[in-house]
């Protein structure tokens, strides 16, 4: 030790005889620096409650609460974050991981109150002075804590892809979907926004701890087709991702997808849950769809002895019938399909209900029927000329290509629609060689079709003509068909709707073609119902009218699927058969239900 060191404490000695300083006025005069860390304000209409602030706080200063007229819609839990300033040190990391940019700090630090309460706030919601100020610390233009972009999936290019029904989309490596997985933030707001509600974050922090086991498990608790539904659902849960304000949303379907293909079908009995002994009740499930699937799964793990009747020689409703290959490979449907079956659910193929075997006669056998058969009539395009021979629907077209038919469409093909099954049978004619052209009435943003489907259907090839109405179809010379249709133009709605097409006179024109494909939507077709039984199940425009448990006016009638749920994707039918199968079990074992 130094002399100097020995002598340093005596040092500010030398300070007891000068005049003190001090600040006349230490709180008025004292702003902070224009990037100063104050407290914290919030644009709540561009929050979304999903929360990241919450997960990253290392003080857990923050709490999501729920807050006065403010509700849970999509997108949006309808919680906003609460600041504890007995807890925040102002490290900003709240501000730097927020996705939607809402959350920021003011410069101001100084706050005097006598009630210790008002320190914990809910920045934007409950009044203060700094809300509205533009001063404090903002995240910097170009500093991200959250990865915007997707992992890139692997897919085989245009050019290949319309040459074969090979599945475009290859699947993510094990590195590639644990990276993709490491940006979920766990937010949930895509559980609330599933169907189904499956567990979204806890089947991806699966992938994140490389636990397939544990990941199918997840998946299996609200969802018992993964493997079909990991490549088509409808991913609505994406469109709702807190990360997709950042950029793009999590490739949530292609990492449910992983988790499956990683585990082989034999293996699933030591990693699943098993089905309960027979409880001595039977149940019927008419139609081998998603629903049916689903409805028969749950059952069956309650204890029921279950057995599915379907009219078409395999399983799997419209994921095997309405959904080419390219997009769902079979040998993946029949992944899902077998697992139930080996669970000890019958499924009886070639079984028309009505022809085969009468409605009553399975009524009468069983404790409970759920039906879910679907939407298997075509809509036609009602104009002249449609019953020429050329005009084939868009399911007829697939499920030709499902039994092995060749279509025979031609070298020139008009798909009019804007739906999925008019992009599958676009796509299909591609891959048949055919030019193709796709006549859609309204604009493109209106169009049903996944964006997706939009987009590939566009890449490999096919022309895409929006505000064009059909107007009659004759008999071509060189062609099969001729097909006539008018320009339309956009009728806004009085009442808020969506706009209508409306016919520009004098703006006629024609495509010559080989194959007109109308793919414009399906009804149902209930005509196997008995007539006793009919009158007691109430309809409105064509679908079945339910409770909250599925149950229709029959109360040993239960139903799900597209023929009652309006959202019309395999996820909602698998979330419809989920809730059937807990219908039927409260109506066959609660007292006063049967």
């Given at each position: 030790?130094?002399?100097?060191?020995?002598?340093?404490?005596?040092?500010?000695?030398?300070?007891?005889?000068?005049?003190?300083?001090?600040?006349?006025?230490?709180?008025?005069?004292r702003p902070g620096a224009?990037?100063?860390?104050?407290?914290?304000i919030n644009d709540t209409?561009?929050?979304?409650?999903?929360?990241?602030?919450?997960?990253?706080?290392?003080?857990?200063?923050?709490?999501?609460?729920?807050?006065?007229?403010?509700?849970?819609?999509?997108?949006?839990?309808?919680?906003?974050?609460?600041?504890?300033?007995?807890?925040?040190?102002?490290?900003?990391?709240?501000?730097?991981?927020?996705?939607?940019?809402?959350?920021?700090?003011?410069?101001?630090?100084?706050?005097?109150?006598?009630?210790?309460?008002?320190?914990?706030?809910?920045?934007?919601?409950?009044?203060?002075?700094?809300?509205?100020?533009?001063?404090?610390?903002?995240?910097?233009?170009?500093?991200?804590?959250?990865?915007?972009?997707?992992?890139?999936?692997?897919?085989?290019?245009?050019?290949?892809?319309?040459?074969?029904?090979?599945?475009?989309?290859?699947?993510?490596?094990?590195?590639?979907?644990?990276?993709?997985?490491?940006?979920?933030?766990?937010?949930?707001?895509?559980?609330?926004?599933?169907?189904?509600?499956?567990?979204?974050?806890?089947?991806?922090?699966?992938?994140?701890?490389?636990?397939?086991?544990?990941?199918?498990?997840?998946?299996?608790?609200?969802?018992?087709?993964?493997?079909?539904?990991?490549?088509?659902?409808?991913?609505?849960?994406?469109?709702?991702?807190?990360?997709?304000?950042?950029?793009?949303?999590?490739?949530?379907?292609?990492?449910?997808?992983?988790?499956?293909?990683?585990?082989?079908?034999?293996?699933?009995?030591?990693?699943?849950?098993?089905?309960?002994?027979?409880?001595?009740?039977?149940?019927?499930?008419?139609?081998?769809?998603?629903?049916?699937?689903?409805?028969?799964?749950?059952?069956?793990?309650?204890?029921?002895?279950?057995?599915?009747?379907?009219?078409?020689?395999?399983?799997?409703?419209?994921?095997?019938?309405?959904?080419?290959?390219?997009?769902?490979?079979?040998?993946?449907?029949?992944?899902?399909?077998?697992?139930?079956?080996?669970?000890?659910?019958?499924?009886?193929?070639?079984?028309?209900?009505?022809?085969?075997?009468?409605?009553?006669?399975?009524?009468?056998?069983?404790?409970?029927?759920?039906?879910?058969?679907?939407?298997?009539?075509?809509?036609?395009?009602?104009?002249?000329?449609?019953?020429?021979?050329?005009?084939?629907?868009?399911?007829?077209?697939?499920?030709?290509?499902?039994?092995?038919?060749?279509?025979?469409?031609?070298?020139?093909?008009?798909?009019?629609?804007?739906?999925?099954?008019?992009?599958?049978?676009?796509?299909?004619?591609?891959?048949?060689?055919?030019?193709?052209?796709?006549?859609?009435?309204?604009?493109?943003?209106?169009?049903?079709?996944?964006?997706?489907?939009?987009?590939?259907?566009?890449?490999?090839?096919?022309?895409?003509?929006?505000?064009?109405?059909?107007?009659?179809?004759?008999?071509?010379?060189?062609?099969?068909?001729?097909?006539?249709?008018?320009?339309?133009?956009?009728?806004?709605?009085?009442?808020?709707?969506?706009?209508?097409?409306?016919?520009?006179?004098?703006?006629?024109?024609?495509?010559?073609?080989?194959?007109?494909?109308?793919?414009?939507?399906?009804?149902?077709?209930?005509?196997?119902?008995?007539?006793?039984?009919?009158?007691?199940?109430?309809?409105?425009?064509?679908?079945?009218?339910?409770?909250?448990?599925?149950?229709?006016?029959?109360?040993?009638i239960f139903a799900g699927?597209?023929?009652?749920?309006?959202?019309?994707?395999?996820?909602?039918?698998?979330?419809?058969?989920?809730?059937?199968?807990?219908?039927?079990?409260?109506?066959?074992?609660?007292?006063?239900?049967?």
């Open positions: 030790m130094s002399l100097k060191d020995l002598a340093a404490p005596f040092t500010v000695w030398k300070r007891a005889f000068e005049k003190p300083y001090t600040q006349i006025k230490p709180i008025e005069e224009e990037r100063y860390r104050g407290f914290h209409d561009k929050c979304i409650g999903c929360g990241t602030c919450e997960s990253v706080c290392q003080n857990e200063a923050i709490d999501l609460v729920p807050v006065t007229e403010r509700e849970t819609r999509h997108g949006d839990s309808g919680l906003r974050p609460k600041i504890d300033y007995g807890r925040c040190c102002w490290c900003a990391l709240c501000v730097d991981i927020c996705p939607t940019s809402s959350l920021g700090m003011s410069n101001e630090y100084i706050w005097i109150d006598e009630d210790p309460e008002v320190f914990r706030f809910v920045p934007g919601e409950d009044e203060t002075s700094w809300q509205t100020s533009d001063k404090g610390y903002r995240r910097a233009e170009g500093y991200e804590l959250l990865e915007g972009e997707r992992v890139p999936m692997p897919m085989l290019s245009f050019e290949e892809s319309r040459k074969s029904f090979v599945e475009m989309v290859q699947g993510y490596s094990r590195e590639q979907a644990i990276a993709e997985a490491d940006r979920c933030v766990a937010c949930g707001i895509c559980i609330a926004t599933c169907p189904a509600h499956m567990d979204v974050p806890a089947y991806i922090d699966a992938i994140r701890r490389d636990d397939m086991e544990d990941g199918l498990r997840i998946v299996y608790q609200a969802n018992p087709l993964p493997a079909s539904c990991g490549r088509v659902c409808s991913h609505a849960c994406e469109y709702v991702c807190a990360v997709k304000h950042k950029g793009e949303a999590l490739s949530i379907r292609w990492l449910k997808r992983y988790i499956v293909d990683q585990i082989y079908l034999g293996d699933y009995r030591g990693v699943l849950e098993s089905a309960e002994n027979q409880n001595g009740k039977k149940v019927a499930v008419i139609g081998s769809g998603p629903g049916g699937l689903a409805a028969a799964y749950y059952l069956r793990l309650l204890g029921y002895e279950v057995r599915i009747f379907d009219a078409n020689e395999k399983a799997g409703g419209m994921l095997r019938y309405g959904i080419p290959e390219y997009r769902l490979p079979y040998d993946q449907v029949d992944k899902d399909i077998e697992y139930i079956r080996s669970l000890g659910v019958e499924i009886h193929q070639n079984v028309r209900i009505g022809v085969d075997i009468p409605f009553r006669e399975i009524y009468d056998d069983n404790d409970a029927v759920f039906f879910s058969t679907g939407l298997t009539d075509p809509y036609g395009l009602d104009i002249a000329g449609e019953d020429l021979p050329g005009v084939i629907s868009g399911l007829k077209i697939l499920d030709d290509v499902t039994d092995g038919r060749d279509p025979e469409v031609g070298k020139s093909v008009v798909v009019v629609g804007g739906g999925n099954v008019a992009m599958d049978a676009a796509r299909t004619s591609r891959r048949y060689g055919a030019e193709v052209t796709i006549l859609y009435r309204r604009r493109e943003e209106d169009m049903p079709a996944d964006e997706e489907e939009i987009h590939e259907s566009r890449g490999e090839g096919c022309r895409l003509l929006t505000q064009a109405i059909p107007l009659r179809l004759e008999k071509g010379e060189t062609t099969r068909l001729k097909l006539y249709w008018g320009k339309a133009e956009m009728i806004p709605d009085p009442e808020g709707g969506r706009p209508r097409p409306q016919l520009i006179e004098g703006s006629e024109e024609m495509i010559e073609c080989d194959t007109v494909i109308p793919a414009i939507g399906q009804q149902a077709d209930y005509a196997f119902l008995p007539e006793e039984i009919s009158a007691k199940i109430s309809f409105k425009r064509g679908m079945v009218q339910i409770n909250e448990y599925r149950q229709t006016g029959d109360t040993k699927g597209d023929i009652a749920n309006r959202k019309r994707d395999a996820i909602s039918a698998i979330a419809d058969g989920h809730s059937a199968a807990k219908g039927i079990d409260i109506f066959l074992t609660t007292p006063g239900k049967n």
